[in-house]
């Protein structure tokens, strides 16, 4: 089965800062990898996905994730952080099982911005 | 587009009751839904895939006695908690699959309570 590994539950930057959250698959085929963003008592909102083609990819509200399949990673970035920011961040990866094709998702990330 | 909507938003039942919980796609057709189940601060865990017109898939642990999930348009799945009890307290999350890969789109979860 495949797994999603998100390093660091609780990630706390200052307004301004850079934002970094971590994100490592394990599928060994091309993978589909997805950011999702979740405010409190809400649903799941897409930031960014990887396909194919470009492995730099930019998503929504100023963020953007690299994927290095070297270091199976797909990490989140976002170069200054904004009050707004502060959520819960997820990671999934596309699983296909054959009969449906499903995400299967990290442990989440929850940001805290500072002042 | 492809917004999902869940109602209710929030729903507190006795123990021993059933509740039920839609998820509606609003303005496209999805043939396959999910339902994701939320325990605080941690991650989404897949309950079951919910296709138009046929059974649902549930993931290894799930009851599925349980956990009673109707697809019965393409826009509408309802997953029914019964006889509910204080465990099954949490918050529940559907989806329904886009058409790009792996493409979900979530809707904005349901909080039940189970006193």
């Known amino acids: 089965a495949q797994s999603v590994t998100q390093l660091g539950s609780h990630v706390s930057v200052s307004e301004g800062a850079l934002v970094l959250l971590r994100c490592n698959y394990s599928s060994s085929v091309p993978p589909y990898l997805f950011w999702y963003v979740q405010y409190p008592n809400q649903g799941l909102q897409l930031l960014l996905k990887y396909t194919t083609g470009a492995t730099l990819v930019k998503g929504i509200n100023g963020f953007e994730a690299e994927f290095k399949k070297s270091e199976t990673s797909f990490h989140l970035t976002k170069p200054s952080a904004h009050m707004s920011d502060a959520a819960e961040y997820f990671c999934a990866e596309g699983e296909n099982t054959g009969t449906a094709s499903k995400l299967t998702f990290g442990t989440g990330t929850r940001l805290q911005v500072t002042l | 587009g492809a917004v999902v909507s869940q109602h209710p938003s929030r729903v507190i039942c006795k123990s021993g009751t059933s509740v039920k919980i839609e998820c509606r796609s609003l303005d496209f057709q999805a043939t396959t839904m999910f339902w994701y189940r939320q325990f605080p601060k941690q991650s989404l865990m897949l309950m079951a895939t919910s296709n138009e017109g046929s059974k649902a898939t549930y993931e290894q642990g799930v009851e599925k006695d349980k956990f009673l999930i109707n697809h019965a348009s393409l826009t509408l799945s309802t997953l029914t908690v019964t006889s509910a009890h204080p465990e099954d307290s949490s918050f529940y999350i559907c989806?329904?699959?886009?058409?790009?890969?792996?493409?979900?789109?979530f809707g904005p979860g349901t909080r039940l309570t189970v006193t």
């Open positions: 989806s329904a699959r886009g058409a790009g890969p792996y493409e979900q789109y």
